[in-house]
């Protein structure tokens, strides 16, 4: 009897490691052996790579499944280990699909970064990916949890009583919600009326930064001195702020200069633009000199030069500075700001 016992379970066990083997062999043929037949960089070979974790264990759940179904178990042992592969079978799916999304998202934001600094169609492209991307691997993430949650006949049952007094408890849920609902919503309509994009230069409370992340719920924006401003999503929606580059990255940069009375002008005006023609900062497109306002004491001038980006418009700004003031003192000294004391008899 025990000899006959032996033998079934070793027949058993022996059909068991058969089916393990087939599926690690499977798993072999299509996630390492049929991606060395692609090119190294091809789309194919890149997804296959980034799912080959998640597909083995999902073989492996699947060869625990027919494995177990050879044995005769007791009832109560055969209902966990059940429960068990089906909770670590609901986890699988869920990160095999983060894996396909986080790297379906990845080609996308590498494509659409290209360049993307003066291209302002490749930003919103790239600002709807990335909410998209989050808004789905939240919805994994809550599926998946759910999804194991369910399998528990106790909390089952709780979830069907709370949906029967669905309507307080949804008005109480909504209340506390609020502001994260809000954000979401706020977020939704940025990501579609392209109001905001990754890479824009904006002026938020007086400070000014480029928008480096678009979440679900806030917004970061890094300054020009690498402070990072932690902003909630609702706030491009109910307040006031300046956004130099929604409809083009171009720019005018400013620069003012006090000078004399006595200070030529036009000398001035040619000067600028030998300036800015050794500077790699202007995109040679726009540039003047003007007089703007004339004080009991200066005249002040104003030089605007065009940029390609938000970025060069202060350096610019300095540089002109810079190289007027010296070219003054050089051979102008006299334009320069003067104050004059004339002498009665």
């Known amino acids: 009897m025990?000899?006959?016992?032996?033998?079934?379970?070793?027949?058993?066990?022996?059909?068991?490691?058969?089916?393990?083997?087939?599926?690690?062999?499977?798993?072999?043929?299509?996630?390492?052996?049929?991606?060395?037949?692609?090119?190294?960089?091809?789309?194919?070979?890149?997804?296959?790579?980034?799912?080959?974790?998640?597909?083995?264990?999902?073989?492996?759940?699947?060869?625990?499944?027919?494995?177990?179904?050879?044995?005769?178990?007791?009832?109560?042992?055969?209902?966990?280990?059940?429960?068990?592969?089906?909770?670590?079978?609901?986890?699988?799916?869920?990160?095999?699909?983060?894996?396909?999304?986080?790297?379906?998202?990845?080609?996308?934001?590498?494509?659409?970064?290209?360049?993307?600094?003066?291209?302002?169609?490749?930003?919103?492209?790239?600002t709807q990916a990335q909410f998209l991307y989050r808004l789905l691997m939240l919805g994994v993430i809550a599926l998946s949890l759910g999804s194991i949650l369910m399998t528990f006949p106790a909390i089952k049952s709780i979830g069907v009583g709370i949906l029967g007094s669905a309507g307080i408890a949804g008005i109480a849920l909504g209340i506390a919600a609020r502001p994260i609902l809000l954000n979401f919503i706020a977020g939704f309509q940025i990501a579609m009326t392209k109001m905001i994009k990754i890479g824009d230069a904006v002026v938020i409370e007086k400070e000014q930064g480029r928008i480096e992340v678009i979440s679900l719920t806030h917004v970061t924006v890094k300054t020009w001195d690498l402070r990072h401003l932690i902003v909630p999503v609702s706030y491009f929606i109910d307040k006031p702020y300046q956004n130099w580059t929604v409809f083009s990255t171009d720019l005018y940069a400013t620069a003012y200069i006090h000078c004399d009375f006595t200070a030529d002008v036009e000398k001035m005006r040619q000067k600028l633009h030998e300036i800015l023609e050794e500077s790699p900062l202007w995109d040679k497109k726009v540039w003047d000199l003007l007089v703007t306002n004339i004080s009991e004491r200066t005249l002040q001038l104003r030089a605007t030069m065009s940029v390609r980006d938000t970025s060069n418009a202060f350096p610019l700004q300095c540089y002109v500075r810079e190289k007027i003031i010296g070219y003054l003192q050089k051979e102008s000294l006299s334009s320069l700001p003067q104050i004059r004391i004339e002498k009665k008899d």
């Open 2 to 126: 025990f000899e006959d016992l032996y033998n079934e379970y070793f027949i058993l066990g022996a059909i068991s490691l058969l089916i393990f083997i087939a599926a690690f062999a499977a798993f072999w043929l299509s996630f390492i052996f049929f991606p060395t037949l692609f090119v190294e960089k091809s789309i194919a070979k890149r997804f296959l790579r980034a799912l080959r974790f998640p597909v083995l264990a999902l073989f492996m759940l699947l060869a625990a499944f027919l494995s177990f179904n050879l044995y005769d178990s007791p009832p109560h042992v055969e209902n966990t280990i059940s429960h068990i592969l089906l909770i670590f079978l609901i986890a699988t799916f869920g990160w095999l699909s983060g894996a396909l999304l986080r790297n379906a998202y990845t080609l996308i934001r590498e494509h659409y970064e290209k360049g993307a600094l003066f291209d302002l169609s490749k930003r919103s492209a790239l």
